[in-house]
């Protein structure tokens, strides 16, 4: 392929596979963030 079409040619399907790998990702595992709300230690507990 480095012969036939050009240098370029190798980076370019590597980047097109890439994206193709990111946005098949972002449809199948549909990311979501789900923030659950931490209760932490009171001060006067903390300085003891």
Avoid: W
Avoid at 4 to 33: I, N, R
Wanted: net charge positive; no cysteine.
């Amino acid at each position: 392929m480095y012969e036939y079409v050009g240098k370029a040619s190798p980076f370019l399907v590597l980047a097109t596979l890439g994206l193709f790998d990111g946005l098949l990702q972002l449809t199948v595992l549909k990311p979501g963030v789900t923030s659950v709300p931490i209760e932490g230690a009171s001060l006067k507990t903390l300085i003891k």
